[in-house]
T-cell receptor, first 114, second 113 residues
Framework: IAGITQAPTSQILAAGRRMTLRCTQDMRHNAMYWYRQDLGLGLRLIHYSNTAGTTGKGEVPDGYSVSRANTDDFPLTLASAVPSQTSVYFC?????????????FGPGTRLTVL | GENVEQHPSTLSVQEGDSAVIKCTYSDSASNYFPWYKQELGKRPQLIIDIRSNVGEKKDQRIAVTLNKTAKHFSLHITETQPEDSAVYFCAASETGANSKLTFGKGITLSVRP
């Protein structure tokens, strides 16, 4: 693994199903983030984690949950997917939990909820 | 909370010309302003950033200027090339611990060959 990876690359999901998007980084970054990108709305923060064992809510957290059991992994779970969660999801990481550090983005997961 | 706006939403320039993309922000406490570039189908990547203790920063063909009094900052790209075509996002934040970036909605720059 080099940098930050996400899986799956894309997914089509029936409404009401549970889905976990995976994110892994090998840079030993303390902070990790989940964003969703929608046309015309830019990047909106869903949840974040400043360090392993801690998480926080971003701008649009409803319908999503996260966990941070270790430094490397930061999965995002949709407990019961709805069509409005159709989006491109980006995971990102940074060395420290402050905005003055560069955020490195994963390649994204394109999720379609029908 | 912070609100970051970008105008216009699209910009088209002729190859070789300069492009200027402007952003405004609302929170006077913000003091870190990065710019991210996202090529079609790719991930966003940081291209330049500026902190509030400087008014301008330059890196080859790109530069960023900051006006804290007016609460706006701009990305300047000189001698544009087709590979500059992308979506550009500005963002703003305080730099304290636990601070988070607020992104603008993005501007699509098209460089015509």
């Amino acid at each position: 693994i080099a940098g930050i990876t996400q899986a799956p690359t894309s997914q089509i999901l029936a409404a009401g199903r549970r889905m976990t998007l995976r994110c892994t980084q090998d840079m030993r970054h303390n902070a990790m983030y989940w964003y969703r990108q929608d046309l015309g709305l830019g990047l909106r923060l869903i949840h974040y984690s400043n360090t392993a064992g801690t998480t926080g809510k971003g701008e649009v957290p409803d319908g999503y949950s996260v966990s941070r059991a270790n430094t490397d992994d930061f999965p995002l779970t949709l407990a019961s997917a709805v069509p409005s969660q159709t989006s491109v999801y980006f995971c990102a990481s940074s060395d420290r939990a402050q905005a003055g550090d560069e955020q490195f983005f994963g390649p994204g997961t394109r999720l379609t909820v029908l | 909370g912070e609100n970051v706006e970008q105008h216009p939403s699209t910009l088209s320039v002729q190859e070789g010309d300069s492009a200027v993309i402007k952003c405004t922000y609302s929170d006077s406490a913000s003091n870190y302003f990065p710019w991210y570039k996202q090529e079609l189908g790719k991930r966003p990547q940081l291209i330049i950033d500026i902190r509030s203790n400087v008014g301008e920063k330059k890196d080859q063909r790109i530069a960023v200027t900051l006006n804290k009094t007016a609460k706006h900052f701009s990305l300047h790209i000189t001698e544009t090339q087709p590979e500059d075509s992308a979506v550009y996002f500005c963002a703003a934040s305080e730099t304290g611990a636990n601070s988070k970036l607020t992104f603008g909605k993005g501007i699509t720059l098209s460089v015509r060959p």
